[in-house]
């Protein structure tokens, strides 16, 4: 399994292991479309898009590893012996640290004639300056007029004499798989690179970041190649290539573009406030597994399983509730957890849409004002009122439970305010070993709040009398409160 979360300036080499493909520097249901047979050439259509195809050149000054701040620097003014360095560095200005260049090459492309240029964020990230070479040799200054990390897209512009080629986005949700694609980049300012070949995949999540949704291609893309475009056989821009699959560095036939869907709606949001908005749904979701699909009555592992509401947001306000698993938002099908986020961020913020969940044994629909996502918007469980401490033991599941008291909170490095029952031990052979770890609070079982080892007891008990295969806790772990679904020994 890819794993492997990839960071900007850095190629990632090991056997099939994900890495960014900056040059110089190591770094929805498809629609139907109609089939195309292969094109005899290639040619007409390079002929017509590369102009508009540029490379990104950065440059970034940094200090040298080992170089240390300048002696007279660690002396308050006036100190003798700053004014003592100062001199002596004057009259050898050979002596003093100098900061190293360093640069990384890229591609991107022309989407206004006037000099707006998307590329990817990792290609320009801590860049002091840029600049564009064009296919004629033309050079420009650039400047950055926004970027989004969390999809790797960055908008750039230019000040043109004369207008400039461009090319426009397409609709990346018609492209089937098997559909010819065609990339082209211009990674050492010498002029386009072009490379064809189909789209393998679609929907892939390469673990990079919250809203991974790539097309896969298996049209070669090399180093220097990232921001580049994937244009389809009308034309039109359906992706812009960011990563590869790479043992060596070098294309094997497995690249990563983002979808026309997601950058054009970045760039689009850019261009207008500076910075990419996200919908906000106010809530944390994760994976419903077979075992919690089983609990909750469910057919098949489907959906986003809702760990924690954030109090008065858009889920609170509507009267979604933690335990509920979304099976659909604003008509778009909830198949996996990783759906939800994307889908969300995408919709417009302040519309009113519709979400179904599954609750209780069947379905419920509840409209939702969408907020807009801000950084510190993050769902923490709620606080637990304090009680008497003492311990228990869940011989059916094989852990042992405690109140938490200041010497456990310690001990496991529990929020400050963190009160309810810690779990101290977990049998290695037991049924719970593989979900329950010492150190985790638990908040709720079988969906009611517990506040002591005797309502875990009794709760436990009663899922137990009830003939239930499988008892789902909510946990808290690592400041993150998560449901944990355990069945019990046969």
Excluded: C
Aim: proline content about 5%.
């Amino acid at each position: 399994m890819l794993q492997q979360k990839f960071s900007a300036g850095r190629l990632v080499t090991a056997a099939l292991a994900v890495g960014i493909i900056a040059g110089a520097a190591t770094f929805a249901e498809p629609g139907a479309a109609q089939r195309r047979n292969a094109p005899d050439s290639f040619a007409e259509l390079a002929d017509r898009l590369s102009p508009a195809v540029v490379n990104i050149s950065t440059s970034q000054f940094v200090r040298r590893e080992g170089d240390e701040d300048i002696p007279f620097e660690q002396f308050p003014p006036g100190h003798p012996f700053g004014d003592l360095f100062r001199d002596w560095l004057e009259r050898n200005p050979e002596a003093a640290p100098v900061p190293q260049q360093t640069t990384s090459l890229g591609s991107g492309f022309v989407i206004d004639e006037d000099g707006i240029i998307v590329t990817n964020y990792h290609v320009v990230t801590g860049a002091d300056t840029v600049s564009v070479t064009f296919t004629d040799g033309m050079v420009l200054d650039a400047t950055l007029i926004g970027a989004d990390e969390p999809t790797d897209i960055a908008v750039l512009r230019v000040q043109p004499s004369a207008p400039l080629s461009a090319v426009a986005f397409g609709n990346s949700d018609g492209a089937r798989v098997g559909d010819w694609v065609m990339a082209i980049g211009n990674p050492f300012g010498l002029g386009g690179t072009v490379t064809a070949g189909i789209i393998s995949a679609r929907n892939r999540d390469i673990y990079s970041g919250l809203y991974d949704d790539f097309i896969q291609t298996d049209a070669a893309i090399n180093r220097g190649n990232s921001g580049g475009p994937l244009f389809n056989m009308d034309g039109e821009v359906v992706g812009v290539n960011s990563a590869i699959i790479s043992p060596s560095g070098g294309s094997i036939g497995i690249g990563f573009a983002i979808p026309s869907s997601t950058a054009d709606l970045i760039v689009r949001q850019i261009l207008e406030f500076g910075e990419a908005r996200r919908g906000w749904l106010g809530v944390r979701v994760q994976t419903v597994t077979e075992q919690i699909a089983d609990n909750l009555g469910l057919d098949r592992a489907e959906g986003a399983l809702i760990s924690s509401i954030t109090d008065g947001g858009p889920a609170d306000e509507a009267g979604i509730q933690r335990g509920d698993v979304v099976i659909e938002f604003d008509g778009h099908d909830i198949g996996t957890m990783r759906s939800l986020p994307r889908v969300v961020a995408q919709t417009e913020i302040g519309r009113r849409v519709q979400v179904r969940v599954w609750r209780d044994g069947r379905y419920r629909t509840f409209r939702v004002t969408l907020g807009e996502l801000q950084p510190e918007d993050v769902a923490v469980a709620g606080d637990l009122p304090q009680f008497e401490g003492s311990s228990g033991a869940i011989d059916s599941l094989g852990f042992t439970i405690a109140d938490i008291t200041p010497a456990l909170r310690e001990q496991y490095s529990l929020r400050a305010n963190a009160e309810g029952v810690v779990v101290i031990n977990v049998e290695a052979d037991a049924p719970a070993a593989e979900n329950i770890r010492a150190g985790d609070v638990i908040l709720e079982v079988e969906r009611e709040i517990v506040r002591n080892v005797a309502d875990i007891t009794r709760a436990v008990t009663r899922a137990e009398a009830s003939d239930l295969a499988v008892v789902l806790f909510l946990v808290e772990r690592g400041g993150q409160a998560s449901y944990e679904a355990v069945r019990f020994a046969d």
